[in-house]
């Protein structure tokens, strides 16, 4: 019952893209959201098809999150093979859009 009641407020309270109101284009970070909330609902595959890199950012945030509380080893380079990867995810992801 609580997830349900936490899925109706996020899908009601989402921002929207300023990029694609003023402009026209989507933004890098369009359907990031939407994915967030595809992910709370069960719907894997429909949140990589909105925003591939949304399976790259959450552990990265995560592991963020759990590195400044724990020692862990390589830190470094997990942090960083996840931040190139979303990059790339993200640079990808919004060019295959325009094609």
Not at 13 to 19: A, H, I, R
Not at 35 to 62: D, W
Request: charged residues 10%.
């Amino acid at each position: 019952m609580y997830l349900s009641t936490f899925i109706f407020f996020l899908e009601s309270y989402m921002l929207p893209c300023l990029n694609k109101k003023f402009f026209g284009i989507d933004c890098p970070g369009c359907g990031a959201q939407r994915a967030f909330s595809l992910l709370f609902q069960g719907e894997f595959a429909a949140a990589f098809e909105m925003y591939p890199a949304i399976f790259t950012i959450i552990p990265l945030l995560g592991f963020l999150l759990a590195d400044n509380f724990f020692t862990i080893k390589y830190s470094n380079k997990i942090i960083i093979t996840l931040m190139v990867s979303s990059v790339v995810l993200i640079l990808g992801n919004y060019i295959l859009k325009f094609l």
